[in-house]
């Protein structure tokens, strides 16, 4: 199902008098209105392969229908997300949940919906069927060599999918770790960890990133191999330059400041970029933004503070993703609200007075530090976002668009009512 941008047109213009009030407003109380909209209007997000569909627990999984069955389908929900906010123009696939077969077929379905390929992921959390050896007790960390070895096979076929399709980074999450105390040694768990990912490293392009992605808990439950952001860094500084730290905001113990692990990594040159989600307990894979908008914001004025203090393009040298799961929700409607709070989240950034929090900051002045933050905060910019969005050629209200145009009833009509899209 494609979008046409004759219906988008007669959408806005329904909408059109009640946004440009709204707009009008917000531009005359901030000066550098422009700059921003246009940073917002180079910024994109990029969608999961494996987020398309609905996502479950251990315990159920309840289908909404329409979901996308194979990788053109779920390039086709892409393509809907980003023909209505224009700010969802990359995919992120998860191998071998996602294998193209056919890669000029897919780069030309890409090219024609605007689309292109972020970083691929590799999978070593699970054995496929047509796998000789098990990852029950690791992948790339395990003790034994073959195992390590099919691992890493794994991750370089990554790669030459990636190489093919145009990506540029390779992510590893490894699910490695122990469930009890004694199970592992856990410096030789770094070490063959270590040796293998020098293995993959080794196979890299010239200009390809790799991202270590790092993990508290889940699903060992006593260690974890790459557990936290001081783990991946010590991978991403032992294997060289290309290799950065992922953050994921789901995968941090209880009440960790991620905003200052953002911080730091930025001041190292070593963050890669953000798997995006929102979490009240753990690796909750929520909405983004949904839990802790404020905590949100507070990243992304790390993120703009630390990438100008670098001189970074916002848009282009960190990997931006979105990782959830959409249980409840129509998974199309939660990637439109979580692509929303970022770009809300990253325009509230770019509107805070550095200069005014530099001052307060050297002065100790402690609440004028607070003021600052949070008046920007409790600024109703999402006309802004919209008028990003409007130039752009996107809908004024994506979610208004989706329901009014049943675009969940097409794809049911279109689908079925019982496919079942790969991923988690
Ligand atoms: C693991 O929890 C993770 O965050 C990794 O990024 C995986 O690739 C993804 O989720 C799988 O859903
Ligand atoms: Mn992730």
Redesign the pocket.
């Known amino acids: 199902m494609k979008i046409k941008s004759s219906t988008i047109d007669q959408h806005n213009e329904k909408h059109y008098v009640a946004h440009k009030r709204k707009f009008d407003f917000i531009s005359s109380e901030i000066p550098q209105v422009e700059t921003i909209i246009q940073k917002l209007m180079a910024f994109n997000v990029a969608i ?1 392969s ?1 987020a398309l569909g609905t996502g479950g627990t251990r315990f159920a999984r309840f289908s909404g229908g329409g979901e996308p069955g194979t990788l053109e389908e779920k390039m086709d929900d892409v393509g809907i997300l980003h023909a209505l906010n224009k700010s969802s123009g990359a995919i992120s696939l ?1 191998i071998p949940w996602d294998i193209p077969k056919d890669y000029n077929a897919i780069k030309q379905q890409a090219s024609s919906l605007g689309i292109r390929f972020d970083a691929v ?1 590799s ?1 070593t ?1 699970q054995d496929q069927p047509s796998q000789n050896l098990s990852y029950k007790f690791g992948s790339l960390q395990n003790v034994d060599k073959n195992i390590r070895k099919q691992a890493i096979d794994h991750n370089i076929e990554v790669i030459k999918h990636g190489i093919e399709l145009g990506s540029k980074a390779l ?1 590893v ?1 490894l699910s490695d770790g122990s469930c009890f105390p004694g199970q592992l040694n856990f410096r030789k768990a770094f070490q063959n960890t270590l040796e293998s990912l020098q293995e993959i490293y080794a196979e890299l392009p010239d200009d390809w990133k790799i991202f270590i ?1 790092y ?1 508290a808990y ?1 699903p060992n439950f006593y260690s974890m191999t790459v557990g936290d952001w001081g783990q991946s860094l010590l991978y991403a500084n032992k294997l060289g330059e290309k290799a950065y730290t992922l953050v ?1 905001l ?2 941090h113990l209880p009440n960790a400041n991620i905003e200052q692990i953002v911080a730091l990594l930025l001041m190292e040159g070593k963050l890669a970029g953000f ?1 995006f989600n929102d979490s009240k307990y753990g ?1 909750d894979d929520l909405t983004v933004g949904s839990i802790k908008p404020y905590q949100l914001f507070l990243i992304f004025n790390e993120l703009v503070d630390g990438m100008d203090a670098r001189g970074l393009n916002h848009a282009s040298d960190l990997g931006w993703m979105i ?1 959830a ?1 959409h249980n409840v929700k129509d998974p199309l409607e939660d990637l439109l609200q979580s692509v929303e709070a970022i770009m809300l989240a990253y325009a509230h950034a770019l509107m805070v007075d550095r200069k005014k929090l530099n001052e307060a900051q050297v002065a100790n002045d402690v609440a004028m530090a607070q003021e600052i933050l949070q008046n920007t905060f409790r600024t109703d910019i999402r006309a802004i976002v919209a008028e990003a969005r409007l130039r752009l050629g996107g809908a004024l209200d994506p979610i208004g668009y989706y329901r009014e145009n049943n675009i969940r009833l097409g794809l049911i009509k279109e689908r079925g009512s019982k496919t079942i899209a790969t ?2």
């Open positions: 999961p494996w998860h992921n999978n959390f992510t999450w992605e993990k889940e994921d789901g995968h798997h690796d990782d799961s991923g988690l």
